[in-house]
Structures are given as C-alpha cells and as structure tokens.
C-alpha cells in the first residue's frame, strides 16, 4: 500500500508564509509526478503545481511567482513553499504522486488527506 502524509499545514496571516511537506510511503517502485492540489467547499479540486521526476515544474497562474514546488526524490518527499499568501489560498491541501508498486506494475493516482491551510486578512 502506498500512503501519502500531509503536513505544515495551519493559520497564518495574509502576506506570511508556509511550507507543506508530504511524505510517500509504502512499497514502491517509481514515483514520476507529485503534486499539490486544493479544493475550498463547494468548488473542484484544482492543481496547484506539479513537479515531474525530473523536476519539471508548472504552477496555477494564480500561484506563479509565490508557491514553489520542489522533491527529494530520496525521501520520497514533495514540497510546498507558499510566500506571499492571501486569503484566496485558503483551501484543502492535497499530495497527489503518480507510483508505480509492485504489486500492480501498474501507475495509478494516490492522494494524501488534506492539510487545511488558512490564510487571515
């Protein structure tokens, strides 16, 4: 099984900043994605940024130039680093990746459980 654990998630005050950290266990074989997502009640899920195994990224318009995405492939680790924050950033946050395990030799799609993130005016 694979697990994905959020955190660095919290309340912080509109132009502050915050670091989300996900850790990907379990048994594996590859990792190529890993992203952030968000979704506010009420709303789709909606990327963030994505981070290729080779360290491509792409960002939300509304992220560019404040949110940077960065992995340690050797911990299996995905990073958020949000700068600059307003209170339209308040959302769910989810760790998605793209593994490959042996017991499917097959991709798939795996999702954390959210960190709430909040961001006061």
């Known amino acids: 099984q694979v697990q994905l654990v959020e955190s660095g998630g919290g309340l912080v005050q509109a132009g502050g900043s915050l670091r989300l950290s996900c850790v990907v266990s379990?048994?594996?074989?590859?990792?190529?994605?890993m992203g952030w997502y968000r979704q506010v009640p009420g709303k789709q899920r909606e990327l963030v940024a994505i981070?290729?195994?080779?360290?491509?990224?792409n960002y939300a318009d509304s992220v560019k130039g404040r949110f940077t995405i960065s992995r340690a492939n050797a911990q299996n680790t995905v990073y958020l680093q949000m700068r600059s924050l307003k209170p339209e950033d308040t959302a769910v946050y989810f760790c998605?990746?793209?593994?490959?395990?042996?017991?499917?030799?097959?991709?798939?799609?795996?999702w954390g459980q959210g960190t709430q993130v909040t961001v006061s005016s």
């Open positions: 981070i290729s195994s080779g360290g491509s990224t």
């Open positions: 998605n990746v793209e593994a490959i395990t042996p017991m499917t030799m097959m991709q798939y799609d795996y």
């Open positions: 379990g048994s594996i074989i590859s990792i190529n994605d």
